[in-house]
């Protein structure tokens, strides 16, 4: 064999000490040892110098073959005076055993990234992503800090996502507001203003804001996924007697076509600031004068999720809040 035809032997020498003992392979009729002394002694071709890079004596890499080679049934060196020599299938069995470390260098390698957070995959759940929000810009980051990761996103709604948690489908979940949640963690990641989205030729879209009082009469555009759920209650909520519910619009579409309706009249609906930046030009964004707070949003995760690349977002997130 080359002296450099071995790949990764001379490495993997270095990390090895063959002198102790290792678990043993194959229902423990060969300890692991012996093949590492197998391939230090096919990658010098010298017993002596075998030894001399394991650390260990000469007679106890000698005895180890030997052994190794009673177990197999074969020879897999010639010795003679002028040294050893790999046998045919000694050959073969070195280049699959070489074979077999590599594949065993890349496990450890694999198993130690994801036991730091630099491998793997994070099932995220979102209410939406808008190009430039604070999400976006946080998975961002993040991927950009940990290319190893693979990130799995999943829009949905808050009920939705808490099940998905819940039961290990989802390792986190940002939702709009506060949640008190028995099971599960939870914690305000960043907030954001509320904006009332109306199309540009509506009678208040020359105002520097609106009140919930003035909203009163219109038609609100609510999704049926991601937010809209929580939209809904709001709304609800806000005109608990005071005036009667504004007529609300369940709708099955996404973030775009919902913008697109409200820009051609049919009604108005509630985002946050930082989704009135990537809006089309035909709406019109008016903050919500009495509206009392920005409006958080939250992380929520399970307490018994273990995913390492978890807790470095967590983080992350909080750095960038």
Known sequence: ?????????RRRLRKADASDE?????????????????????????????????????????????????????VLFDRNTRGVRLTDAGRRFVDQVDDAMDILDRAIKTAGM????????????????????????????FHAD???VHLHITEGTARDAQLMVREGRLDLAFMACTHEIPDLHSRVVWRD????????????????????RQLAEETFLVRHGGTGPQVH????????????????????????ALLSMIAAGHGVSLFVQEGAAASPPN?????????PEAIPF???WSPSDRNPALAKLLVLASEMR
């Open 1 to 9: 064999m080359p002296p450099d035809g071995n790949r990764g032997v």
């Open 22 to 74: 290792a678990p043993s392979l194959l229902r423990g009729r060969i300890p692991m040892a012996s093949l590492i002394q197998t391939l230090a002694v096919a990658e010098y071709l010298s017993f002596h110098r075998a030894a001399k890079a394991l650390g260990t004596s000469q007679s106890s890499v000698s005895a180890r073959i030997r052994a190794l080679e009673e177990d197999l049934g074969v």
């Open 114 to 141: 994801q036991a730091r957070g630099e491998d793997g995959e994070l099932r995220i759940g979102v209410h939406a992503l808008t190009p430039g929000c604070f999400l976006d810009r946080l998975l961002e980051r």
């Open 146 to 148: 940990h290319p190893g």
């Open 193 to 212: 203003r509320l904006m009332a989205a109306l199309p540009v030729k509506h009678p208040f879209s020359e105002l520097p804001d609106v009140e919930w």
């Open 233 to 256: 209650d709001l709304i609800v909520a806000r005109s608990a007697g005071k005036w009667p519910t504004p007529a609300i619009r369940r709708l099955d579409v996404g973030p775009g």
């Open 283 to 291: 709406l019109v964004f008016l903050p919500i004068r009495d509206e």
């Open 298 to 300: 939250s992380a929520v």
